[in-house]
């Protein structure tokens, strides 16, 4: 929770006063992508690590949200960008340009716009060292897609819980081997 209250006031969205404590700044969601956007050029290895937690602290419940409120029409924008991560083949970049889709299209689909916003800054600030998860673990697409599969049959099923987990297993492995990485002296450009 720490590490998710420090990415918030990095980003501008919560502020921590001197005597009365901390509260939220503003959650519109212009102002999110901007504070994001300033933040992410600052932030380097271990806060890619500290995203990818409050990433997986969000987006979970984000997808068990979605998984309540998706329309038919949503999950066909959903399934469309599995097909292409299916289809981008040794692609990487293009794989992850449809990974990251997939999972703004889930959550867009809760309707809600300050926590599109939000998972979408954190999304884009992870994504090269995505793009590098991809180029260095050879099973990584083929994991990826039967973890996207299943996120994709839960809101198909409109099942929150499962949908939920699902995604809390997708993220995690990412955040585990990002974690895994970072510690053993490898380096991410973003």
């Not at 919560?14 to 933040?39: C, F, I, K, N, Y």
């Not at 993220?171 to 510690?183: N, P």
Request: with cysteine; charged share 25%; hydrophobic share 45%.
């Amino acid at each position: 929770m720490h590490e998710a209250v420090r990415v918030l006031v990095v980003t501008q969205v919560l502020e921590v006063g001197q005597s009365d404590g901390t509260r939220v700044r503003s959650l519109e969601p212009a102002l999110l992508r901007a504070g994001l956007h300033s933040a992410a050029e600052l932030l380097r290895d271990d806060t890619l690590v500290e995203l990818t937690e409050v990433r997986r602290g969000l987006e979970p419940a984000a997808t068990a949200l979605a998984a309540h409120r998706i329309r038919d029409q949503d999950l066909v924008g959903v399934r469309r960008h599995l097909d292409a991560m299916r289809g981008a083949g040794d692609d990487v970049e293009l794989f992850t340009k449809h990974d990251v889709a997939f999972h703004q299209a889930v959550v867009t689909a809760t309707g809600n716009a300050t926590l599109a916003t939000l998972l979408q800054g954190i999304s884009n600030r992870t994504m090269p060292a995505r793009v590098w998860h991809g180029l260095v673990e050879d099973d990584a697409g083929e994991r990826a897609i039967a973890e996207h599969e299943a996120i994709y049959a839960a809101l198909a099923a409109r099942n929150a819980p499962l949908a939920e987990k699902c995604a809390l297993l997708h993220v995690g492995t990412t955040a585990e081997w990002l974690r895994e990485h970072l510690h053993h002296g490898e380096a991410v450009e973003a």
